[in-house]
Nanobody, 121 residues
Framework: QVQLVESGGGLVQAGGSLRLSCAAS????????MGWYRQAPGKQRELVAT???????NYADSVKGRFNISRDNTKNTVSLQMNSLKPEDTAVYYC???????????????WGQGTQVTVSS
């Protein structure tokens, strides 16, 4: 199985910065995409940013130019640097990993437990 441990959430004022990190562990043979999603109260979970194994990235329009996603393939970690935070960025942020386990032929999606990010105005 895959365990995802998230860290870095918290409370910050508008305009501030936070850095989220997620470490994947377990019987992992290969990781394709890693990413962050978020869910605000009363809303559906939405993509924030993803990064695939070759370093290609994808961002939600609402965070382009403010957030930066990165990964360390040697440590199976993914990070999200969030700058110029806005109150509308307030949500629970979830780490997501698309991984293949040893002795498995397919990739599956795994989710972290989520970390709260609150941006005050």
């Amino acid at each position: 199985q895959v365990q995802l441990v998230e860290s870095g959430g918290g409370l910050v004022q508008a305009g501030g910065s936070l850095r989220l990190s997620c470490a994947a562990s377990g019987t992992i043979a290969s990781i394709n995409a890693m990413g962050w999603y978020r869910q605000a109260p009363g809303k559906q979970r939405e993509l924030v940013a993803t990064i695939i194994s070759d370093g290609s990235t994808n961002y939600a329009d609402s965070v382009k130019g403010r957030f930066n996603i990165s990964r360390d393939n040697t440590k199976n970690t993914v990070s999200l640097q969030m700058n110029s935070l806005k109150p509308e960025d307030t949500a629970v942020y979830y780490c997501n990993v698309d991984a293949r386990l040893y002795f498995r032929a397919v990739f599956s999606a795994y989710w972290g437990q989520g970390t709260q990010v609150t941006v005050s105005s």
